[in-house]
């Protein structure tokens, strides 16, 4: 019997790494990993399971756009190569300045794939977006019209157009819709908060746009699994030198607004509702204003609660971003992977006790109100 891979996670240290990393040391699927990240260890909010996994495999601090840093955490002490790459390092945040995304986004990625091509890295998983789709709702197979509708996911197809003609890379693209579950911070978390929010203001919740704009889904455990999945099909299929596999990453729930604010209305016990197309129009007109005003109006009242609760430091947050609140529809067939592959999807859809896992973990790390008062 063969020995098990070696692993290279790059950006592990953020939502998705920090459960990629004990999904591997769990299940004994790799023989070594090292995580890089640009993240110090002990700044990382990991859980009990998470820390036990991460004191278990090796942890670097480098910045993986510096050539020089690339070229030391892809080089292993007995100075070989790793078997499989992840990257997971990409600037997150919306609406930064495009210099950030050409640096922390393409670069990146563009350099540590030329390194994994020199060394003859055996798969190269590049975890991209589901954003680069253009906005509608019907879901969006793998090769429909691309075009990105926020800036992060433009630099994101860059990243991948680039890759594609590295030669001698052996590569996976995954492009997931909006991946949730413990240790999310963006993502469907800022609605989340909100229902908090509203739970101590007693207020009805309301976003814009309509119910049925789509916000497609698919759980971190099915995420973590397809990376893995997709990596070792590639080399026991024999896939290097013949093509690139793209694979979507989507549940079948078909996740919508109005499903998000049900579940959020269950588990605070809230009013939920929207503001329509005419009111959702016109604050389009003046979005910069309408953002503004959005989150002003949530962040006081979720300080409130913080301090309450005597919490100084969360990375949870209210605050929606300008580029999220247009009318973009996120609709993502992700039926391929499993039609190609075999994967087979985990968690079907959202549900009640999924968000309440989430909120749970966030309790467990002091990073969440219990308390109103």
Known sequence: MSPAPTVLVLGGLGFIGRNFVPYLYENKLASEIRVVDKSLLLTANLNPRQREAFENVEVKQKDLVDPASIKEVFTREDESSYDYVFNLAAETKYSQNERVYEERVYLLSVRNAEEAARRRVKCFVELSTAE????????????????????????????????????????????????????????????????????????????????????????????VRAMWHTAT???????????????????????????????????????????GTITSNLAQLNLDNATDEINDKHMRPWVTLLRTNKIKNTPLSPYLDKELLYNNALSVDGTKITKETGFEYEVPQITDEKIQEMIDDFIVLNLWPINDD
């Open 132 to 223: 680069i789709y253009q906005s509608d709702k019907n879901p969006s197979k793998e090769d429909e019209k691309i075009k990105p509708w926020t800036i992060m996911a433009k630099y994101k197809y860059k990243a991948e157009e680039k890759l594609k003609t590295i030669e001698g890379l052996n590569l996976v693209i995954l492009r997931p819709a909006v991946i949730y579950g413990t240790g999310a911070i963006m993502g469907l978390v800022p609605r989340i908060v909100c229902g908090r929010i509203y739970q101590y203001t007693k207020e009805e919740m309301k976003f814009l746009w309509a119910k049925d704009l789509k916000i497609n889904t698919v759980h971190i455990t099915d995420a």
């Open 233 to 275: 099909w590639y080399e026991e299929n024999q896939i290097a030198g013949k093509r690139v596999l793209i694979y979507n990453l989507a549940d079948q729930g078909n996740t919508d607004q109005e499903k998000i604010n049900k579940h959020i209305s269950n588990i605070f016990n809230i009013q939920t509702g929207f503001h």
